[in-house]
């Protein structure tokens, strides 16, 4: 079960939007950045923007100033824009100040030479697709201020080893870290109450996760083809487990499903060839699919399925588990 990511860079033919409320700068060390006027009354912000001429203008390290002056006025720089750094693959380092407060969309994508990054604790919002593509980053701190992880946010960081989700996240959207093969922890707060689709998908070096009790809803594929999952824990607060959410982790050996799953997706379990025990401590079945794409498709008929004393009887009657 595969899904190709194509992170194809291609040229912004934006110079149309180079407009009077733009204007380079040139740092202490002589480097040009370009910025955006986001607001031309107080307090006076920028935000720093493309080169919209040039593509993949920035390389080495790059230091965003905290504020900059132009015609006479001093701006604060509060965004990093759209796709400021998109495809600047000799990008190796970037120093965010402390005055940025959102990180625009795909604002790093394709900076595979960037291989840390210190967010700091200004920053509420990381863009969709902020750091995709970024597959030298190693290690990123995300600080407690930072409220939303957009989708795709760390699609293909394949080198990225662990990732603490701060405990201001409600969800972690969809394909967040899709494909990063090297993470081999995540902590999850008890903020978070979604697991997008897609958001752990082929993360094939994690080998637990600890869902916390404020989760509802694990979405569909959330941790597929995660082979190197062999235990997870999956609270009494989850209602639904998304279709295919497990399917293929084939180094996973039991699995508990609380009380409170009323719905187990299509294919949720399957390929999960590695499960020795099954545990449902539902007094009533959860339904599942037994026909299209079987809940626990390829898993073997043959392991304990443990069910609370009393109901033996409640899932011999089920269609889903007689």
């Not at 040009?32 to 009354?41: D, L, P, V």
């Not at 001429?53 to 965004?79: H, R, W």
């Not at 916390?212 to 594929?221: A, D």
């Amino acid at each position: 079960m595969k899904k190709i990511i194509l992170l194809s860079i291609t040229s912004l033919c934006l110079a149309n939007m180079a407009t009077a409320q733009g204007f380079s700068a040139k740092n202490d060390d002589g480097l040009t950045i370009y910025y955006g006027i986001t607001s031309a009354t107080a307090p006076l912000t920028v935000a720093v923007r493309p080169n919209y001429y040039y593509d993949n203008e920035y390389s080495g390290d790059i230091i965003i100033p905290a504020s900059v002056a132009y015609k006479g006025k001093t701006y604060s720089v509060t965004k990093i824009g759209e796709r400021v750094f998109f495809g600047c693959s000799d990008l190796t380092s970037v120093t965010i100040p402390s005055s940025i407060t959102k990180i625009g969309e795909a604002a790093f994508f394709g900076c595979n030479g960037l291989t840390s990054v210190n967010i700091p604790s200004s920053v509420t919002t990381i863009g969709e697709r902020s750091f995709a593509g970024c597959s030298g980053l190693t290690s990123v701190t995300i600080p407690n201020s930072v409220t939303e992880i957009g989708g795709r946010a760390f699609i293909g960081c394949s080198d990225l080893t662990s990732v603490i989700i701060p405990n201001a996240v409600k969800e972690i959207g969809y394909e967040a870290f899709y494909g990063c093969s090297g993470l081999t922890s995540v902590i999850i707060p008890n903020s978070v109450t979604e697991i997008g689709d897609y958001a752990f998908f082929g993360c094939s070096g994690l080998t637990s996760v600890n869902i916390p009790n404020s989760v509802t809803k694990i979405g569909e594929l959330a941790f597929a083809d995660c082979r190197g999952l062999t235990s997870v824990t999956i609270p009494s607060s989850v209602t639904e487990i998304g279709n295919g959410a497990f399917a293929y982790c084939s180094g996973l050996t039991s699995v508990t499903i609380p009380n409170s799953v009323k719905e187990i997706g299509n294919g949720a379990f399957a390929g999960c060839s590695g499960l020795i025990s099954i545990t449902i401590n539902a007094s009533i079945p959860p339904s599942c699919n037994i026909t299209d794409y079987p809940s626990f498709k390829g898993v073997s008929k043959s392991i304990p399925v443990y069910v609370p004393c009393g109901s033996l009887s409640n899932y011999k009657k089920s269609e889903w588990w007689g």
